[in-house]
């Protein structure tokens, strides 16, 4: 079986973001990038299971820029045969998903794995977009999945309960928590990704359909109010007045 999975950067949780350019542009400087962990702790490992259970090849496949492959690494250190970097700078998703398509159009993968969405972002929409344009069936937000031969059988959490659903390899799925447990890559794996193969792609044509006009910063947090706890009277008035329904 080959399996295809992307895997795209995303900043660690602990950096400090801000803007540029009159908050037209991210501002990179000291940030730390890690693996995106939808892409790693669910696509990836659930791809290495069946990989090891069915046999076959699995290849890791991003698009970015020379500083990336310090994440791809890590990919191959957790299992990944081999990888992939398509030399662009993601532009939009549209953008991200037709450089993937292009290149899996003539390498015949059975399987392409996505996670369900980056945590920078937060869009989810790579992994249909791919499927739209490989023209083969998609199933999203997975948190199951299990190969038979040439099918593949998912399941989906729906509201009350769990959808099972059956598509016929080949197919592209994202998927969701429940798929796989992360695994934590050991020094073995470390440096043999050190001379796995990463082959660099030269980007196709294609025309972005989307541009940031402007980021911003979510609002700061109120302080807390400290209310004594002999004065429920005005406990009782702030949650009627003040407080918010999220």
Not at 19 to 40: A, C, H, L, R, S
Not at 44 to 71: F, Q, S, W
Not at 119 to 141: H, K, R, T, W
Not at 179 to 197: F, S, W, Y
């Amino acid at each position: 079986m080959k399996i295809l999975v992307c895997i795209s950067k995303s900043p660690d949780t602990t950096s400090k973001i801000a803007f540029t350019d009159g908050n037209k542009q991210f501002d990179e400087n000291g940030v730390q990038y890690i693996v995106n962990p939808y892409d790693e702790w669910y696509a990836l490992v659930r791809g290495l299971e069946l990989k090891e259970t069915l046999g076959g090849n699995l290849t890791i496949i991003t698009v970015g820029n020379v500083a990336d492959e310090a994440i791809i690494r890590k990919a191959l250190a957790i299992g990944a045969d081999d990888a992939v970097r398509i030399d662009a700078d993601p532009k939009d998703a549209y953008y991200t998903a037709t450089q993937i398509a292009e290149y899996a159009k003539s390498n015949g993968f059975d399987l392409i794995l996505t996670g369900k969405e980056t945590i920078n972002y937060n869009g989810s929409q790579v992994a249909g977009m791919i499927a739209e344009a490989l023209d083969l069936p998609f199933v999203s937000l997975a948190t199951k999945l299990e190969i038979n031969g040439t099918t593949a059988r998912m399941e989906q959490e729906i509201v009350g309960g769990i959808q099972v659903v059956e598509a016929n390899l080949p197919l592209v799925v994202s998927c969701a928590k429940g798929m796989a447990e992360q695994r934590i890559p050991n020094m073995r794996g470390i440096m043999a990704a050190r001379t796995k193969p990463l082959t660099v792609v030269a980007p196709a044509a294609v025309e972005e359909l989307t541009a940031y006009v402007e980021y911003g910063l979510p609002a700061a947090k109120s302080a807390v109010k400290m209310i004594d706890p002999n004065n429920m009277d005005e406990l009782v008035a702030l949650l009627h007045n003040e407080a918010k329904v999220i």
